[in-house]
C-alpha cells in the first residue's frame, strides 16, 4: 500500500466505469439474442452443461430450486385471457447479462466477482465465500449457488461420465456461486492466439458454446470495440448503447411514426447496463 | 481441425492408455498384454496430441436418424463435446440439444459390459466367442423364415451386413420398427409426389402452414428446418415469412408460430380440403379433381366441424393467394388417426393447389448405392412381427437396440408374444425393458466407439453418406459394435467370403475405397482418399434427379367428426418432445434435467390440461390424476397449458421406464402402455391419436418439479420478453 | 404517591451480600434453564455440522431465494443488542438513575447477541472454512476484500460494536469487580476477580478517570449503535431489489432494534429477578419503567412501518408495491399480519397502567413482541426474494428445512447458555451504581425533609 | 525520615469530606495534602471536591484515537484499493469515496473507544500495585481516607481522624 500511489494516480482511481467516458480498450465482450429467430429449443443450455461442467442435481434438487442451468429457457405466456396462446410463446434465454454496472460486484464481500477489462462480469471460485449476496442482489437472479458438494454427490458425474468433464473449466466444489462467464475459456484461448499474431481476435473467431449450437443462429456474440464484428453492428443499427439507460427506441415509443427498432436491454431502467442486447420477438399482423 | 493424415488405428491406440485405462483393469486380453504390441507412454504422445489442446473429430450422430454430422471434441484421449460439423448440409455446424447428450449415451454408468446369458431370472457372464457359438447353434436347424430380426431404422454398411446375415440365413424377416416415425406421411408423400421424403424448402416459403409437424422439434430432420426456420424468418427472400401452425396441441413448432390454431382433433385434412375450396372460391386455379374433392366443404361446414372460424379461415385463405410460395406441411398430428392417409393426402393436395411442388416442396436426388440405402423404421413393422410372434412363426429373434416392450401399445400384448419366441437375442447398450426379456443380451459399443456409415432418410442437399468413426478407445474391453458382431457372425456362415476382413473396420474401409471413383475419390491414392474421408466425416454423392407426380383426390374419405365418446370423453394425443422422442435417451440425464420448451417440467411425465376442461373437471396444477383408456390406465400429475383443444389431452412420451439404469427407471409414467391399438385405414400403421381417454383426480396433489416459477408464464407487467407487431418493424434494414 | 424505584434505606451491605448471593446459588430454575439451553445448542450444532459438511442446500434456500432465515435471524441478535446500549449509554447521559440495577444485564445481553449474531454471518457461509476471506488484510495475492461491500461494513460495523461494548461492560464492572475479590474465599474465581479487577480501590483518582471514560464511551456508542443497526439496514436498502432499496429502512432497523431489544429487557428481568431473588432490586416500577419505554418503542415502530407502506404505495417504483401487496397477500400473508399483530397490537396492552407491573403478563407480551420482531426480520429478508423483479425466478413454496429451524432455535439457547453464565460469574447487578442510586435518592429525600422541616419550623415561630 | 501509612474508614460521606477539609486545613508537619488518598465504594463528585481542582485528561487520548483510528482506516482502505490489485466494480470507482467513509467512521469510533480505554489505564494507573492499607469495607459502605505521613506527622493525623468519627484506624507497621 502506498499512500503516494493513491494521491499521484487519484483520477484514475475515481474513474467511474462505464458512465464516465472511458471506452474498452481492446475487448468488449457482448452479445445479441433474436427472439423471433430463437425456438425455445434447448439446445443452447444443453451446450453450457456440456461446456462448463454444470451439475445434473436431478429431481429432488431440482424441486427444491437448486437447478444449475446457467443459461435457461424461459417461456411466456400471453396475458390477456384468450383462450388459446393462438400468437405462440415467447420464449426467453437468459443467463447472465455481463452488466457493466454489475450490481452483484459491489455487494460482494471478499471481490469474488469483479469486473474484467474485456467488460466481463468474472467470478473468482476459489475467493468465493458463499455469502451470496451477489445473487441476493441480482435482478435477473442468473447466479446458480452450489448448494452441494456436486463432484462427490450420487448421480452427478458417476464414473464414467466425469470422463466427459471440460479440463478447461473448473469443477466447482460446495459452496462458491457461479454463472454464465461468456465461455471465458474459450475467449482466453482465443485473446492468447491472436495475441501471439499480433493482433487483436477477429469476428468469427471465438464462439460461445451456446451461439455455436443455436440451430437458428439467433445468439451473436463478439467483440463490441470491433467495428467489423456483427454484434457491433447489430447493436448500432438498434440503435441501444453501452452506458446509457434510455435508448432511442424508448423515445419513439409513443410516437406516431413507429419506430423501426426492435432492440432493447432488460430491465435497463435499474442502469447494470446490461451486455446482452435482445430482438423483440415479430408477430405477423396479417393472420 | 486437424487434418486426419495420421494412422487411425495408431491414433487409438494411443488413446486407450491414455483415455481409458480401464482397458487395462477390463477382463478379456489386449494385444498389449498379449505382448503383440509395447506400452507408449503418455508422457510421450503422438505427435498429433497436444496435452491441453482439444482435438477435433468428425463423425455422425447417432442420436436420431437426421444424420447430422458431428464434430467431437477429443482431449487427452477423453471426447468432450459433440458440436456441429459446418462442413455438413444438414446441419452447418449446430446441434439439437439431443444431439449433444450423446457423450452420455457413452459414458452412461449404465452401459453393459458384457455378454450375458439368461440363467433363470440372472444374466450371466459369458464369453464373446461362447456367445456368437450359442447363436449359431440355436439357429441350426431353424428355418430361414422364422428367424426374425428387428430393428430400428438401418443404412449404410451395417445395413447392407445385415442383409448380407439374412440372406445367408435363408430369408430371414427384417423387421424396421420405429415407434414415432412418420410412416404415413411418407407413404401419402410416395403417392402425391413421388417419393417419401421430398425436401422441404421451409427458406424458400413465404407462408408455412404446418399440419401438426414439429419441426423445429422431434420431426425429420430439427436441426436443419430449424436453420431453414432462421432464414425464413428473415427478410433475405423478400419479407419475413408467416408460420401458421394448426394442430390440436402445441409442439414447439406451435410455439414459435404467427398464429397457432387449435384445430379439433383428426379434422386436420377437413381444414387442408376447406382451405383449397376457399382458395378456388378466391380465384386461384385449382385442378378439377381437387376442386370437386374440396367442393363440399364450404367454409361454415368446416368451421363447424374443425372448430376453427370462419373468418380464420377466409383470412388464412387470402393470405395464401397473396403469398407465395407457401408451404405446407403433414406432420405427426395430422397422421395420427384411422383416417391420418386421407389427412395427409388432403394436405399434399393442398400443396398442389397452391403450387407449391417444385417450388418449395422438391425432389431429392436418388442414391447411387441403393443397397446403403436407409430402410426407414415404422410402426406397422411392430404389428406385423407381433402377429408373427403371437403365431409362434418367431423362433429366434434378433432385436437390434429396438426396445418394443417399452414403446409397444398395451393392445398388442407385445410382451406376452414376445414371450412365445424360444430364443431372444438382445443387442443393446443398457439394459432395457426389452433386453431384460432376452435370452442373450450382447453389449454394443457406443455410437463415438464404433465404425460406421450411415445415410440419413432426409438429405438436405444432394445425397450423402455420414461416416461413423470412433472419437475415443472403447471405454469397456467387453463391448462390440454391431458391423463387428455381424461380421462375426456371417463368418460363421459365410467364412470363405469375409475372411479377408480383420473386422468391420476393414470391411468398411475396403468397401469404400473400393468404390473411391463413385465417392469422389478418383485420382487419389487409397490412403489419401480414406483419411480425406474420415477427416471431412462424411461424402457428398451425385444422385439423379427424382420425378415429380400428381395425386389423385378422389379417394379421399373424411369421417363426420365422431360423437363424444360417454365413457372415454377425451383424446390421448402422445406428445414426442425433442427431448425424449420414444423414450431411447431417456437415461441421459442431461435431457431429463432440460425443461420441457412448453411446460417447463423436468425429470417426470406430466398430463396437459386446458385450464376450461381442467376446472370442469375440477382439476388443479399438481393434481395427480388417473387416466384412463380401453387399453389401460397410467397415474401422472396434471399441468393446465392453455395451448391444447379442451377435447383433448396430452402425456409426453417416453417416460415411465422400468429399466434402462438410473436415471430412466421409474421417473414419469409410460403413456404406450395406455394407447389402443387402432389402425390407419391404408397403410396399416398404428394411429397414435386413436385412443380415448378418460380423466379423474386420485385426490393426490405435488408440487410440479418445472423451472417457471410462481407466476407461471407471466411477466407481471414487465419489460422481459417483448413481441412487435410485424408491420411496426423492417427487418430488411437489420443487420 | 407512586412507589419508590428502589427501597432508600436499603444497606449497602446488603446490596453487597445479595448481589454477591446471586453468584453462589441461584434458584432450580437456573440449572433448568441452562439445560434446556444445552440441548438446544446440541441440537443446533449437530445440524451445523450436517450443513457443514453436506453443503447449504440442506437449509432449503434455492437460486434465486438465496437467503433465509440465517439473515433474518442475524438481524433479529443486532438488533437486541441495542437496547443494552439504550440503557446503559442513552439513560446514562440522560441521567436516568432508575437504570442503574438493571442496564448490567442489558449491557451483557448486547455483548452476548451480537456473539450470537456472529455466528450466523458463519452459519450463512457457503464455504465457512475460508471466512477470513473477508477479513481485511491483504492475502498471499494481495487482494484484499473489497471495501464496497455493506456486509463488509457490516462485519467491521459488528466489530467495533462488540469490542466496544466488552470493553464498555468490562469497565462498568471493575469497581464490582474489586467487590468480588474483597468478599471471595480463596479459589479460581478469587483470581480471577483480582486479575479482571486490575487493582481497584475506589480511589479518588480512579474514579475521577473512570467518571470521565465511562461517560466518553458512553458518548461513542449511541452513534456505533446507530450506525451498526444502519449499516445491517444497508444490506438491503444499498441493494437494488424492491422491497429493500427503501430510504427509511435505516431508522427503522434502529427503531426494531431497540423495540425488540426492549422486549428482551423485560423477558429477562423478569427472569432474572425470579432465578437470582433480586426482587430488591429490580423492582417493579423499574419494570413498569421499562414497560412505558417499550411502548413508546413500539409506537415509533409502528409509526415508521406505516411511512415505509405510505411512501411505498405512493411511490412510482411498481416492484415495490407488487412486494408489499404479496407480503399481505401471498404465501407469507399470515407471518406478515403475525408480525403487524405482534409488533403493533399487542404492544397496546402496555398502554394500561394495571399491566404494566403485571409480570405474567409482561412476560407473554414481551415474548410475543420479539416474535412480532423476529417475523419482521423475516418478512424483510423473504418476501423480496419471493417476489422480486423477476417473475420468472419466484420461487414455489420455499419453507426452511429442519437444519435451519434447528439452528434459529438452537441460537436461543447459545445466548441462554452465555448469558446464564454471566450471570452466575459475574454481579448482573450494579452493586456500586445501586448504592450510587440509594445514596442520591436518600440525599434528595433528606433535602426534601430538610426543606419542608425547615418550612415547618418557620411556620412555627 | 521515613514515612508510614494510615488508613482511616469513615461510615459518612460529610465526616469524611470534614476530615479533610481540617487536613488541609491544619498543615500537619511531615504530612502534605499530595499524599491523600481518598477511597470510596461510589462515585462521588463532591467529596472529591474537597480535595481540590484535579485535571483529568483521558479526553485528550480520545481525540487523538479517534482521529487517527479515522485517519488509518480511509487511509488503509483507499490505499489498498488503489496499491494493490484494483478490484474494477462495474459503476464504481475503483476508490469509492461513500463506502470508504463508513468504514472511517466506524474506525473512528473503534480508535476513539479503544484509546480512550488505553487512556483511562494509564490515567487512572491501572492496573495498579494494590497499596499498603486497604479494607474491603471501602469496597462495601465506608470511605477510606489513605494518608502517607512522616513518623512524626502520625499522631496528628490519627487525632484528626478520631476527632471525626473514624470507625477505624489502620496502621502500617513501623519499618
Redesign the interface.
Known amino acids: ?3 503516494t ?2 494521491l499521484e ?2 483520477s ?8 464516465e467516458d472511458k471506452p474498452h480498450a481492446e475487448y468488449k465482450w457482448a452479445m445479441s439474442i433474436d ?3 430463437c ?5 443452447c ?3 453450457c ?3 462448463n461442467n454444470l451439475p ?4 429432488e ?9 446457467w443459461m ?6 400471453d ?1 390477456d385471457g384468450r ?10 434465454p ?1 443467463m447472465c447479462q455481463h ?5 452483484c ?8 466477482t ?4 474485456d467488460g466481463l ?1 468474472s467470478q473468482v471460485y476459489n ?7 451477489c ?3 441480482c ?3 442468473v ?7 456436486y463432484p462427490t454427490t450420487n ?1 452427478v458425474w ?4 466425469n ?5 478447461d473449466v473448473t469443477v466447482r466444489g ?4 457461479e454463472k454464465c462467464t461468456f465461455c471465458v475459456q474459450r475467449l482466453t484461448v482465443a485473446k492468447s492466439d491472436a495475441r501471439s499474431q499480433g493482433r487483436t481476435v477477429r469476428d468469427g473467431e471465438v464462439q460461445t ?1 451456446c451461439q ?7 445468439i451473436t456474440f463478439g467483440n463490441l470495440v470491433d467495428p467489423e464484428a ?1 454484434v457491433g ?2 447493436w448500432m ?2 440503435q441501444v448503447e453501452l452506458a446509457v439507460d434510455h435508448q432511442a427506441k424508448d423515445q419513439h415509443e409513443h410516437a406516431e411514426q ?5 432492440g ?1 436491454r ?2 435497463e431502467e ?4 446490461p451486455s446482452v442486447m ?10 | 481441425m486437424i487434418e486426419n493424415s495420421f494412422n487411425r488405428r495408431d491414433f487409438l491406440k494411443v488413446l486407450g492408455w491414455g483415455g481409458a485405462a480401464v482397458t487395462l483393469s477390463g477382463c478379456g486380453n489386449t494385444s498389449v498384454e498379449d505382448g503383440r504390441e509395447l506400452v507408449t507412454s503418455y508422457s510421450e504422445p503422438a505427435e498429433y496430441v497436444i496435452p491441453s489442446i482439444g482435438v477435433y473429430f468428425n463423425s455422425t450422430c447417432a442420436q436420431c436418424d437426421a444424420g447430422c454430422n458431428i464434430m467431437g471434441k477429443v482431449r487427452e484421449g477423453r471426447v468432450l463435446k459433440l458440436e456441429g460439423n459446418s462442413q455438413s448440409a444438414i446441419n452447418r455446424g449446430k446441434m439439437c440439444g439431443l444431439g449433444q447428450a450423446g457423450v452420455q449415451a457413452h459414458y452412461n454408468p449404465d452401459r453393459l459390459r458384457e455378454p450375458l446369458l439368461r440363467t433363470g431370472d440372472k444374466g450371466e457372464a459369458i464369453s464373446w466367442d461362447t456367445a456368437l457359438e450359442l447363436i449359431n447353434a440355436k439357429l441350426d436347424g431353424v428355418q430361414g423364415n422364422q428367424i426374425a430380426f428387428l430393428t430400428g431404422g438401418i443404412s449404410g454398411h451395417v445395413n447392407v451386413l445385415l442383409k448380407n446375415y439374412i440372406d445367408a440365413l435363408g430369408s430371414a424377416k427384417h423387421f424396421a420398427y420405429e415407434a414415432v416415425a412418420p410412416s404415413v406421411v411418407r407413404a401419402a408423400n410416395k403417392k402425391a409426389y413421388g417419393v417419401e421424403m421430398p425436401r422441404l424448402r421451409l427458406d424458400k416459403a413465404k407462408v408455412i402452414v404446418s399440419f401438426g409437424a414439429d419441426f423445429l422439434g422431434a420431426w425429420v430432420s430439427p436441426v436443419h428446418f430449424a436453420q431453414q426456420y432462421a432464414q425464413f424468418r428473415k427478410a433475405s427472400n423478400g419479407g419475413r415469412g408467416v408460420l401458421v401452425q394448426i394442430e390440436s396441441k402445441m409442439t414447439l413448432t406451435g410455439a414459435n408460430a404467427d398464429r397457432w390454431l387449435a384445430i379439433r382433433p383428426g379434422t386436420e385434412g377437413i381444414l387442408a380440403l376447406g382451405l383449397i375450396n376457399a382458395l378456388g372460391a378466391g380465384g386461384v386455379k385449382v385442378a378439377a379433381d381437387a376442386a370437386g374433392a374440396a367442393k363440399a366443404y364450404t367454409p361454415e361446414r368446416v368451421s363447424t366441424e374443425t372448430g376453427i372460424s370462419v373468418e380464420q379461415i377466409t383470412k388464412l385463405a387470402a393470405l395464401l393467394k397473396e403469398r407465395t410460395p407457401s408451404l405446407v406441411i403433414a406432420g405427426s398430428a395430422a397422421e395420427g388417426y384411422a383416417h391420418g392417409s386421407h389427412n395427409a393426402a388432403a394436405i399434399a393436395l393442398l400443396n398442389q393447389a397452391l403450387g407449391n411442388v417444385g417450388k418449395t416442396v422438391e425432389f431429392p436426388a436418388a442414391l447411387p448405392f441403393p443397397q446403403i440405402a436407409p430402410t426407414v423404421g415404422n410402426r406397422y413393422a411392430l404389428h406385423a412381427l407381433n402377429d408373427d410372434m403371437a403365431h409362434d412363426q418367431v423362433k429366434v429373434l434378433f432385436n437390434f437396440g429396438a426396445n418394443p416392450v417399452f414403446t409397444a401399445p398395451a393392445g398388442l400384448k407385445f410382451k406376452e408374444n414376445l414371450g412365445k419366441v424360444p430364443f431372444k437375442v438382445a443387442f443393446a447398450h443398457y439394459m432395457d425393458e426389452t433386453a431384460l426379456q432376452a435370452d442373450l443380451v450382447l453389449p454394443l459399443d457406443s455410437a463415438l466407439e464404433e465404425w460406421g456409415t450411415s445415410v440419413p432418410e432426409y438429405a438436405a442437399e444432394g445425397a450423402q453418406l455420414n461416416v461413423h468413426q470412433p472419437l475415443m478407445e472403447k471405454l469397456y474391453p467387453g463391448t462390440r459394435a454391431t458391423g463387428d458382431i455381424l461380421l462375426a457372425l456371417l463368418k460363421l456362415r459365410r467364412a470363405q467370403e469375409y475372411k479377408g476382413y480383420e473386422d468391420f473396420y476393414a470391411y468398411l474401409r475396403s468397401a469404400l475405397v473400393q468404390n473411391k471413383a463413385a465417392l469422389g475419390g478418383s485420382g487419389k491414392d487409397d490412403d489419401t482418399f480414406w483419411s480425406a474421408t474420415l477427416s471431412n466425416g462424411l461424402v457428398k454423392l451425385p444422385g439423379a434427379s427424382n420425378a415429380a407426380r400428381k395425386t389423385s383426390a378422389t379417394t379421399l374419405v373424411f369421417p363426420a367428426p365422431a360423437a363424444q365418446d360417454g365413457a372415454y370423453p377425451l383424446r390421448l394425443i402422445p406428445a414426442v418432445t425433442a427431448n425424449m422422442r420414444d423414450g431411447r435417451h431417456a437415461n441421459q440425464p442431461w435431457l431429463q434435467e432440460s425443461p420441457d420448451p412448453l411446460t417447463t417440467i423436468v425429470w417426470d411425465s406430466w398430463v396437459e390440461i386446458h385450464p376450461k376442461t381442467a376446472a370442469r373437471l375440477g382439476i388443479v396444477e399438481g393434481d395427480i390424476v388417473e387416466v384412463a383408456s380401453k387399453s389401460g390406465t397410467l397415474k401422472a400429475q396434471a399441468y393446465l397449458f392453455p395451448g391444447i383443444h379442451p377435447d383433448a389431452i396430452s402425456i409426453p412420451l417416453g417416460y415411465g421406464h422400468q429399466a434402462m439404469g438410473r436415471y430412466a427407471k421409474d421417473i414419469g409414467a409410460n403413456a404406450f402402455h395406455i394407447m389402443d391399438a387402432v389402425f390407419d385405414s391404408e397403410t396399416g400403421e398404428l394411429a397414435m391419436h386413436e385412443t380415448r381417454v378418460k380423466i379423474s383426480p386420485t385426490g393426490q396433489r405435488v408440487v410440479i418439479v418445472k423451472d417457471e416459477g410462481s407466476a407461471g408464464g407471466k411477466q407481471m407487467g414487465k419489460k422481459i420478453a417483448v413481441r412487435v407487431s410485424s408491420e411496426k418493424v423492417d427487418l430488411s434494414e437489420e443487420v | 404517591m407512586t412507589e419508590k424505584d428502589i427501597r432508600e434505606d436499603i444497606a449497602w451491605a446488603k446490596i453487597n451480600k445479595d448481589v454477591l448471593k446471586s453468584l453462589e446459588n441461584p434458584r432450580k430454575m437456573y440449572w433448568v434453564i441452562i439445560f434446556i439451553a444445552l440441548a438446544m445448542i446440541g441440537v443446533a450444532v449437530g445440524a451445523e455440522l450436517y450443513q457443514y459438511l453436506t453443503g447449504m442446500g440442506v437449509s432449503y434456500k434455492n437460486n434465486s431465494h438465496v437467503w433465509g432465515l440465517y439473515i433474518a435471524t442475524f438481524i433479529f441478535w443486532i438488533g437486541m443488542s441495542h437496547s443494552g446500549t439504550l440503557l446503559s449509554a442513552i439513560l446514562h447521559l440522560m441521567h436516568a438513575d432508575w437504570r442503574k440495577p438493571i442496564y448490567r444485564f442489558a449491557e451483557a445481553m448486547t455483548t452476548f447477541s451480537l456473539m450470537t449474531a456472529g455466528l450466523f454471518v458463519m452459519v450463512h457461509l457457503g464455504r465457512l472454512w475460508m471466512f477470513y476471506y473477508a477479513l481485511p488484510y491483504p492475502s498471499e495475492r494481495w487482494i484484499w476484500p473489497n471495501f464496497q461491500s455493506p456486509l463488509l461494513w457490516d462485519a467491521m460495523a459488528i466489530f467495533t460494536y462488540l469490542s466496544s461494548s466488552v470493553i464498555f461492560l468490562y469497565i462498568g464492572m471493575i469497581p464490582d469487580l474489586a467487590i468480588c475479590r474483597d468478599n471471595m474465599k480463596n479459589g479460581w474465581r478469587k483470581k480471577l476477580y483480582t486479575t479482571l479487577s486490575l487493582g481497584w480501590e475506589g480511589t479518588d483518582r480512579q474514579w475521577r478517570n473512570f467518571r470521565i471514560t465511562y461517560l466518553t464511551v458512553a458518548c461513542f456508542l449511541i452513534p456505533l449503535a446507530v450506525s451498526v443497526h444502519s449499516i445491517v439496514a444497508s444490506d438491503f436498502a444499498m441493494s437494488q431489489q424492491p422491497g429493500w432499496h427503501i430510504t427509511s429502512f435505516p431508522p427503522y432497523f434502529v427503531a426494531g432494534a431497540l423495540y425488540s431489544g426492549c422486549a428482551a429487557i423485560i423477558t429477562l428481568f423478569i427472569i432474572l429477578r425470579y432465578v437470582f431473588r433480586f426482587e430488591e432490586y429490580m423492582t417493579l416500577p423499574i419494570l413498569k419503567k421499562t414497560a412505558r419505554l417499550t411502548f413508546a418503542i413500539a409506537m415509533v415502530w409502528t409509526y415508521l412501518n406505516l411511512i415505509e407502506f405510505a411512501s411505498v404505495w405512493y411511490g412510482h417504483d411498481q416492484a415495490s408495491k407488487d412486494v408489499l401487496i404479496y407480503k399481505a397477500t401471498g404465501n407469507y400473508a399470515p407471518f406478515w399480519w403475525g408480525m403487524m399483530f405482534c409488533g403493533s397490537i399487542v404492544p397496546l396492552t402496555l398502554a394500561f397502567t394495571r399491566f404494566q407491573t403485571n409480570i405474567p403478563v409482561l412476560f407473554v407480551v414481551s415474548i410475543l413482541l420479539n416474535v412480532g420482531m423476529w417475523l419482521e426480520r423475516w418478512m424483510i429478508v423473504a418476501p423480496t426474494f419471493a417476489h422480486g423483479y423477476y417473475p420468472w425466478a419466484w420461487d414455489h413454496d420455499q419453507w426452511p428445512s429442519f437444519v435451519q429451524w434447528s439452528i434459529v432455535f438452537g441460537s436461543f439457547g447459545w445466548f441462554a447458555l452465555l448469558f446464564m453464565v454471566f450471570c452466575k460469574i459475574f454481579p448482573s447487578v450494579s452493586m456500586y451504581e445501586v448504592k450510587e442510586m440509594v445514596y442520591h435518592r436518600s440525599q434528595e429525600t433528606k433535602k426534601k425533609e430538610l426543606a419542608s422541616k425547615g418550612l415547618a419550623n418557620k411556620g412555627a415561630h | 525520615m521515613s514515612q508510614r501509612h494510615l488508613l482511616a474508614l469513615f461510615d459518612n460521606f460529610d465526616e469524611a469530606g470534614a476530615a479533610i477539609a481540617e487536613l488541609r486545613a491544619t498543615h500537619i508537619r511531615g504530612f502534605s495534602m499530595d499524599d491523600l488518598i481518598l477511597k470510596s465504594p461510589i462515585e462521588h463528585p463532591e467529596v472529591e471536591s474537597v480535595l481540590g481542582d484535579k485535571p483529568v485528561y483521558v479526553q485528550w487520548y480520545t481525540l487523538v484515537g479517534a482521529v487517527l483510528g479515522g485517519l488509518l482506516s480511509f487511509f488503509l482502505i483507499s490505499g489498498s484499493q488503489a496499491s494493490f490489485y484494483a478490484q474494477m466494480k462495474g459503476g464504481k470507482p475503483i476508490v469509492p469515496l461513500p463506502p470508504n467513509f463508513v468504514l472511517t467512521y466506524e474506525m473512528f469510533i473503534l480508535g476513539g473507544v479503544f484509546i480512550t480505554v488505553l487512556g483511562f489505564l494509564v490515567c487512572a494507573g491501572l492496573p495498579a500495585k494494590r497499596s499498603p492499607l486497604y479494607s474491603a469495607k471501602v469496597s462495601e459502605d465506608q470511605i477510606g481516607i489513605l494518608v502517607k505521613g512522616d513518623e512524626s506527622a502520625i499522631s496528628a493525623l490519627k487525632a484528626v481522624f478520631t476527632r471525626h468519627k473514624a470507625l477505624e484506624i489502620q496502621e502500617e507497621a513501623g519499618k
Open positions: 500500500m502506498s499512500v500511489n493513491l494516480n487519484w484514475q482511481f475515481r474513474h467511474k466505469h462505464p458512465v427472439l423471433d429467430a425456438t425455445g429449443c434447448n439446445a443450455s444443453v451446450a452443461y456440456a461446456e445434473v442435481v436431478g429431481k434438487k431440482y424441486s427444491h430450486g437448486f437447478s444449475h442451468h435457461r429457457i424461459e417461456r411466456y405466456w396475458e383462450e388459446f396462446p393462438d400468437q405462440g410463446a415467447q420464449f426467453l437468459m452488466c457493466e454496472a454489475a450490481p460486484e459491489t455487494v460482494c464481500p471478499v471481490g469474488a469483479n469486473h474484467t477489462g462480469n475467493r468465493c465465500i458463499g455469502s451470496r449476496y445473487e441476493a442482489n435482478p435477473y437472479k447466479r446458480y449457488f452450489n448448494w452441494y458438494d448421480n458417476p464414473e464414467p461420465m470422463q466427459q468433464l471440460n479440463p460446495k459452496g462458491v456461486m458454446a455455436q449450437a443455436c440451430p437458428t443462429g439467433a456483427r453492428k447489430q443499427q438498434q413507429a419506430s423501426k427498432l426492435r432493447y432488460i430491465f435499474l442502469r447494470p447496463y435482445y430482438l423483440e420477438r415479430v408477430r405477423e399482423s396479417a393472420v
